[in-house]
T-cell receptor, first 112, second 116 residues
Framework: RKEVEQDPGPFNVPEGATVAFNCTYS??????FFWYRQDCRKEPKLLMS???SGNEDGRFTAQLNRASQYISLLIRDSKLSDSATYLC?????????????FGSGTRLSIRP | GAVVSQHPSWVICKSGTSVKIECRSL??????MFWYRQFPKQSLMLMAT?????????EQGVEKDKFLINHASLTLSTLTVTSAHPEDSSFYIC????????????FGDGTRLSIL
């Protein structure tokens, strides 16, 4: 089982729709969580950190469920510019060190 | 916000050439920098973790003599692909973080390496 798993998609939704995807992680001692977006042939860019109480940034809402070990990203009123690959990032804690682990990404395509 | 600069952004060179890529944190001191490689339509693959003033930690399967990493200061890490071959052609991306625990990583623009 991968340490961080994401549905690769692609998710193909119409402009204006609400879309959500999850990311599961296996290490229960994971400390911090992030969502990044990566456009084709570009570097990943931080979208938002994910806090225990859940957090919102405009049309984007991130949530953490420690009991079930997943994080989620919800995008409301999707725009064409939201088309990208969304990467889930988990900082997993092991006995001697922590390790940052990237999911393989979920591809999102918004159609007019 | 935190800015990471990577240079060069694009390299095309002959097989057998060594290529050096620089990664700089412009407005913060990065205790830890990471080097990734990404092949087309694949996910990021961590190559190594670089801490200032100490030897880099390489991921399994990554040859340390092939991919030389130097993290001489808190704002600069370099990756040298030695004697590059066509199979080394890839998108190389660095990232930097203030510390490796709870802070997000900030990525450079990436270097597209093409070996002929």
């Amino acid at each position: 089982r991968k340490e961080v798993e994401q549905d690769p998609g692609p998710f193909n939704v119409p402009e204006g729709a609400t879309v959500a995807f999850n990311c599961t992680y296996s290490n229960s001692a994971s400390q911090s969580f992030f969502w990044y977006r990566q456009d084709c042939r570009k570097e990943p860019k931080l979208l938002m950190s994910v806090y225990s109480s859940g957090n919102e940034d405009g049309r984007f809402t991130a949530q953490l469920n420690r009991a079930s070990q997943y994080i989620s990203l919800l995008i409301r009123d999707s725009k064409l510019s939201d088309s990208a690959t969304y990467l889930c990032v988990v900082n997993a804690r092991y006995s001697s060190a922590s390790k940052i682990i990237f999911g393989s990404g979920t591809r999102l395509s918004i159609r007019p | 916000g935190a800015v990471v600069s990577q240079h060069p952004s694009w390299v095309i060179c002959k097989s057998g050439t060594s290529v050096k890529i620089e990664c700089r944190s412009l407005d913060f001191q990065a205790t830890t920098m990471f080097w990734y490689r990404q092949f087309p339509k694949q996910s990021l693959m961590l190559m190594a973790t670089s801490n200032e003033g100490s030897k880099a930690t390489y991921e399994q399967g990554v040859e340390k003599d092939k991919f030389l990493i130097n993290h001489a200061s808190l704002t600069l890490s370099t990756l040298t692909v030695t004697s590059a071959h066509p199979e080394d052609s890839s998108f190389y991306i660095c990232s930097a973080t203030l510390d490796s625990s709870n802070q997000p990583q900030h990525f450079g623009d990436g270097t597209r390496l093409s070996i002929l």
